[in-house]
């Protein structure tokens, strides 16, 4: 009987192309994360739009005129361009 018996064959180490292949991912992943960090990942941390916060806070009524005391109650600088009253339409 011919002897039958399964040729050794030597253990295969990691080759450059191997390592260059596992650590490639490990290195585009760190440049993603240190450009996102960055750049701020993109986020705009400005208000859209600015924060408008009047407050009423004394009426009084007289003959022929309406006097409204309002206070200003959010960070930035607001105009009265407009006023209604009684479903009327009033410029300001």
Do not use: C, Y
Not at 10 to 16: C, E, I, T, Y
Not at 29 to 39: E, M, N, P, Y
Not at 46 to 73: C, D, K, M, Q, Y
């Amino acid at each position: 009987m011919a002897d039958r018996s399964v040729p050794k064959t030597k253990p295969q180490g990691v080759n450059l192309t191997t390592a260059a292949l596992l650590v490639l991912p490990l290195v585009i992943l760190g440049g993603v994360i240190a450009l996102f960090l960055s750049t701020s990942g993109g986020l705009q941390l400005t208000a859209p739009a600015p924060v408008e916060a009047l407050s009423i806070e004394r009426t009084v009524l007289a003959p022929g005129h309406i006097e409204i005391h309002v206070r200003n109650a959010g960070p930035e600088d607001l105009t009265l361009a407009q006023v209604i009253v009684n479903d009327a339409v009033w410029t300001f």
